[in-house]
């Protein structure tokens, strides 16, 4: 089954740091880039992070560059998005994504970062 | 960075009904837009790319149109399952952003 899904969610204070995970499977994970997109409960998506297919170039938001690091493990089918100096408007749904050309064309599940003391 | 403004933020309608959903886009896009639905609870799923390219899997009533600054989203015939929020995605010189969505209500 072609899947994504995420993991390493949870609570952490302010200025904490969490790393995520999240698990590719059902299609040749290190022929595409990826994304990391989020959402704050109750409002839109935002655009966070991507990576090419075999890692040599990364990209980031404003709002999170300086702070996160995206990566990959392609002998693991695995993308990663560690965080550092969290802030409370961080917290949100954080959803892995497949590319398409620099559109989604699939998503994990997410997995919900809370930052909060 | 580009900015997109969906129209309406909220739409009530009738299952069988014809309805539209505006974007548009702070400077010219070309055709670089997407469109999404979301449902609560879940993940959102791609429905067009590329201004009017149906994604594999998505039912005909959906369609999309427009180049440059105005896109549109329209559901030819409303079902039940059509409920949800709707996005629209551009993507100019890497700098993505999103619409700030479109709920999409049974009146």
């Known amino acids: 089954e072609v899947q994504l899904v995420e993991s390493g969610g949870g609570l952490v204070q302010p200025g904490g740091s969490l790393r995520l995970s999240c698990s590719a499977s059902g299609f040749t994970f290190s022929s595409y880039a990826m994304h990391w997109v989020r959402q704050a409960p109750g409002k839109g998506l935002e655009y966070v992070s991507a990576i090419s297919s075999n890692g040599g170039s990364t990209y980031y938001a404003d709002s999170v560059k300086g702070r996160f690091t995206i990566s990959r493990d392609n002998s693991k089918n695995t993308l990663y998005l560690q965080m550092s100096s969290l802030r409370a408007e961080d917290t949100a749904v954080y959803y892995c994504?497949?590319?398409?050309?620099?559109?989604?064309?699939?998503w994990g599940r997410g997995t919900l970062v809370t930052v909060s003391s | 960075d580009i900015q997109l403004t969906q129209s309406p933020s909220f739409l009530s309608a009738s299952v069988g009904d014809r309805v539209t959903i505006t974007c548009r886009a702070s400077?010219?896009?070309?055709?670089?837009l997407a469109w999404y639905q979301q449902k609560p609870g879940k993940a959102p799923k791609l429905l067009i790319y590329a201004a009017s390219t149906l994604q594999s899997g998505v039912p005909s009533r959906f369609s999309g149109s427009g180049s440059g600054t105005e896109f549109t989203l329209t559901i030819s015939s409303l079902q039940p399952e059509d409920f949800a929020t709707y996005y629209c995605q551009q993507l100019n010189s890497y700098l993505i952003t999103f619409g700030q969505g479109t709920r999409l209500e049974i009146k």
């Open positions: 994504v497949k590319d398409r050309g620099w559109y989604f064309d699939l």
């Open positions: 400077q010219g896009i070309s055709s670089y």
